[in-house]
Antibody
Framework: EVQLLESGGGLVQPGGSLRLSCAAS????????MSWVRQAPGKGLEWVSS????????YYADSVKGRFTISRDNSKNTVYLQMDSLRAEDTAVYYC????????????WGQGTLVTVSS | EVVLTQSPATVSLSPGERATLSCRAS??????LAWYQQKPGQAPRLLIY???HRATGIPARFSGSGSGTDFTLTISSVEPEDFAVYFC??????????FGQGTRLEI
């Protein structure tokens, strides 16, 4: 059974940093691209970042480029999202998701972790 | 960036009725379009990919159609558990992957 478990969310002040983790199990982790998608309270879904299975290719939304870094450790079956220079508009539930083939579609999602940026 | 526009924003139906949800792309995305269902407090769930293929375990009452810029998600006979928000997503022209703003299916 595929499972994705996010952790690392919480309350952080504007300008601060946070690192999210997503621990995966139930599939050959290194063979699949992973993505982070966020959802602000009461809003829709916003793609944040994706990383290839090998870790050598990454993509970012313009809204986070230069502030967020996606990475993965295939020996630990974990994908990370390092978030720096956080802003109030980054407040959201952050989901990690597994790609079914290539980069899309996103066939399994974690339950999400809430990041709140506020003073 | 490809903008996906979903309509209507909200659709109100009774169990047993047919639901038709629309997703229109600002430019052609070929058939690289997926649909997701999200219930309150839960993560999204993949329903349809490549416009018309049901994901594993998705009931046959869910079907997708369309190509290019116009897509439809149809629920042939709405069940009580189908009341949720539905999002479309494209990856034909990316980054960025983009999502529609969602359609709420309510009782």
């Amino acid at each position: 059974e595929v499972q994705l478990l996010e952790s690392g969310g919480g309350l952080v002040q504007p300008g601060g940093s946070l690192r999210l983790s997503c621990a995966a199990s139930g599939f050959t982790f290194g063979s699949y691209a992973m993505s982070w998608v966020r959802q602000a309270p009461g809003k829709g879904l916003e793609w944040v970042s994706s990383i290839r299975g090998s870790g050598d290719t990454t993509y970012y939304a313009d809204s986070v480029k230069g502030r967020f870094t996606i990475s993965r450790d295939n020996s630990k079956n974990t994908v990370y999202l390092q978030m720096d220079s956080l802003r109030a508009e980054d407040t959201a539930v952050y989901y990690c998701a597994k790609a079914w083939a290539g980069w899309y579609p996103l066939d399994y999602w974690g339950q999400g972790t809430l990041v709140t940026v506020s003073s | 960036e490809v903008v996906l526009t979903q309509s209507p924003a909200t659709v109100s139906l009774s169990p047993g009725e047919r639901a038709t949800l629309s997703c229109r792309a600002s430019q052609s995305v070929s058939s690289f379009l997926a649909w997701y269902q999200q219930k309150p407090g839960q993560a999204p769930r993949l329903l349809i990919y490549d416009a018309l293929h049901r994901a594993t375990g998705i009931p046959a009452r869910f079907s997708g159609s369309g190509s290019g810029t116009d897509f439809t998600l149809t629920i042939s006979s709405v069940e009580p558990e189908d009341f949720a928000v539905y999002f479309c997503q494209q990856r034909a022209i990316w980054p960025p992957i983009t999502f529609g703003q969602g359609t709420r299916l309510e009782i």
